[in-house]
């Protein structure tokens, strides 16, 4: 699969809808709704951050997108399709790493492109390419055990990238890091992201990391109870994680989604 190129700022409004959710509703057991009223609309080549309080149901949105969960109320689209589990053309990634520990750097690099069908050398050649991308290939021989959190988390960025999927759903993948390991995986998935043509939606707690990496920060009600805000990002592209910290837009959004994430827990 050969990814597109990633759509300019200024047409992302009129690129095709990627995801539809409408009001959907999620229940967890017969006494329990997890969601309620969920409307959400995410286009191609979009970068969307979902936050919200602890347990308000940023994940189970997620795994909805994913196939995962199914829905009591609603209706969910995925290119143009219900989501399903085991579709190849979604990504998830999770908040641990998931390698394989008996695999290799490379071999886990590898994995995808391998179930994917790709013959060896081009997924060899692939993988390479990939793990040269988040600095990596000198450490394609290592196994997990020897690998810190931040370079594991960096062979999860290059083994999901390197299969080229048209939606990636990534929960919270950075949490455990720590704040100058952030910052360089902010950068990287950047970097990866922008030339892959890819949709993306993003859990998070950060504020400074939703608006590092985002087109838009959507804010989930506390109760699960709908979307209480969208904020539109309004920083250029291509960013850097670094440079933002002395931007004062950064700043002035970061105020702003703070003010409605807080309102969001009333």
Known sequence: MVSAPLVADKAKGSAPVEIAVRD??????????????????????????????????????LNVMAGLVPIAAGSVNVCKTPPRAGRRDICYILARDALLPWRSVLGNVEYGLEVSGLAREERRQRALAYLDRVGLQDYRDFYPSRLSQGMRQRTSLARAFAVARSVYLMDEPFSALDSQTK?????????????????????????????????????LSRLGTGITDEIEIDLARPRSAEALQADPRYHDLYRRTWTSLRESMK
């Open 24 to 61: 959907v509703a999620v229940n967890f057991g017969p006494r329990l709704r997890a969601l309620s009223g969920v409307n959400l609309t995410i286009r191609a080549c979009e970068f969307v951050a979902l936050i919200g309080a602890s347990g308000c149901g940023k994940t189970t949105l």
């Open 183 to 219: 910052l360089i995986l902010h950068n990287q998935l950047l970097d990866l992201w922008e030339s892959s043509g890819a949709t993306v939606v993003f859990v998070t707690h950060d504020i400074g990391e939703a608006i590092t990496l985002a087109d838009r920060v959507v804010v």
